[in-house]
């Protein structure tokens, strides 16, 4: 058991850092490229753009506050934009808020919780006030709303571990748990799935060659064992469902509202499993994808970067 649970924090933490997009803590500013043109743009611009659209997913890099500050800076211009054409202000859609945490987020934002209740409920972590607290402190100054995005990890998990259907599995959920995840979940053949299993068995051998046979419960059945790439991409795809219907509801709801997600970036830059289900869900939806990556590849653009979004932010990274 020991071994099963040391394999599973690693493959975690695995997942974690490169689909998410995890980075460490560097200083320095913004490069901003539009992909449509290949050129160099700005700020400016790609604000003007987001504003212009009816939803914004913007591809974060966890905790990289670079990243932070940029997007914290874009939905205060969607805000300010708002405001000032008398537009209801932009609806906020987080990923990193579990569908659970609904009001406690409702309670914070409208000014009946205080902040330490709040951020205990919604069980944000250490990093909280320097990654995504500006962001609901803005949706908070300009009284606006946000959107808990996310199917609980607990629900995740047991689905996870079940080896069973999206579609038996949750005839065993509680209704309570039933009405905080997707009803039904697709997970296609797809150059998204490719790219995710492709990286889990990369991670797989790099870790001494995957898992061995007392670590894998259905080694004949990857689609029913937990630990196999197979699985856990239909986990992702649980994790895609459940956030592009967040915001499609909030956009159903809301119809002269426009929303930003903000998310990990595997998710929505070249073609994710969120922006495909999403356009699928509002094909009528002018959508914008904004994708972050740090300096490590370069501070220009280049030719792996095209085609992943509309607009790409490069982080200059300045080694303290």
């Keep these: 058991m020991a071994k099963r649970q040391c394999y599973t924090w690693m493959m975690s933490s695995a997942i974690t850092v490169v689909l998410c997009g995890c980075a460490p803590t560097p200083t320095g500013g913004i490069r901003v490229f539009d992909l449509a043109t290949g050129r160099e743009s700005s700020f400016d611009a ?52 579990e569908t659970d945490t609904q009001p406690a987020l409702d309670a914070y934002v409208n000014g009946a919780m205080v902040e330490s209740d709040f951020v205990k409920q919604a069980r944000q972590g250490a990093k909280y006030p320097t990654s995504h607290r500006p962001l609901i402190e803005l949706a908070k100054r300009f009284e606006s709303r946000v959107v808990a995005a996310n199917t609980p990890r607990r629900i995740v998990k047991d689905f996870r571990e079940s080896g069973v259907d999206y579609a038996d599995f949750r005839p065993t959920m509680t209704a309570e748990d039933q009405a905080l995840s997707p009803p039904t979940l697709s997970a296609p053949d797809s150059p998204y799935r490719d790219r995710f299993l492709e990286f889990m068995r990369g991670a797989m051998e790099s870790h001494g060659g995957g898992a061995s046979d007392e670590m894998r419960l259905i080694p004949d059945d990857p689609m029913r064992d937990p630990m196999s790439p197979e699985r856990m991409f239909l986990t992702q795809s649980l994790w895609d469902e459940s956030m592009s219907r967040a915001v499609a509801r909030a956009r159903a709801e809301s119809p002269g509202r426009n929303v930003l997600l903000v998310v990990g970036g595997f998710h929505v830059e070249r073609g994710g499993g969120t922006t495909q289900k999403l356009r699928t869900l509002r094909p009528q939806d002018r959508i914008l994808v904004v994708r972050y990556r740090d300096s490590e590849a370069g501070i220009d653009m280049t030719s792996a970067d095209e085609k992943s979004a509309d607009f790409l932010i490069v982080g200059q990274t300045e080694t303290p």
């Design 46 to 97: 790609m604000a003007q753009a987001a504003c212009e659209s009816d939803v914004v997913l913007f591809g974060e890099a966890h905790y990289d506050p670079i990243c932070n500050g940029a997007e914290a800076d874009l939905y205060d211009a969607m805000l300010t934009e708002c405001e000032k054409t008398g537009r209801a202000p932009t609806i906020l859609a987080m990923e990193f808020f």
